[in-house]
């Protein structure tokens, strides 16, 4: 296992990762709404963001994208998702921040459950305005 910065190369690879993921963990927001945002996420979200891939053998199995301190994304490839590489990720970028704020979609439970076993905790709950759906604000501070 290891944790690189991602290179201009990789983004078609974390595109097609966070896609993937996006429809099989949303299967509540039709997957035309995935789709139509995958040349923003290559070509706005990922550039904007600091991004770290995890790796294993030759091939990256996952992402993290920070924006500052907000956790705009964390995403695993689905054939090896719940093997420890999200976790990883997630103390990675915990060991730089002291703290960390994120969005999740409330009938995401699996991401939820990650997350508050992870340390965080739900802080509200809101709206996101593209999708209508609800979702909570989560954070973690360093202890």
Known sequence: MH??????????YLVNIWYEASIDAHDFIAPDYWREQQVVMKEKYLPLS???????GNGI???VSL???YLAA????????????GKALLNFVKDQRDFIQLTVY???QNAVDFYLKNHFSIKEQSIDQQTSEEEYVMTWFKE
């Open 3 to 12: 944790i690189r910065e991602n290179y201009q190369a990789d983004l078609d």
């Open 50 to 56: 600091e991004t770290y891939v995890i790796s294993e």
């Open 61 to 63: 199995v996952g992402f």
């Open 67 to 69: 924006v500052d301190d």
């Open 74 to 85: 964390l995403f695993i490839d689905l054939n090896v998702q719940g093997e420890g590489y």
């Open 106 to 108: 409330k009938k995401n």
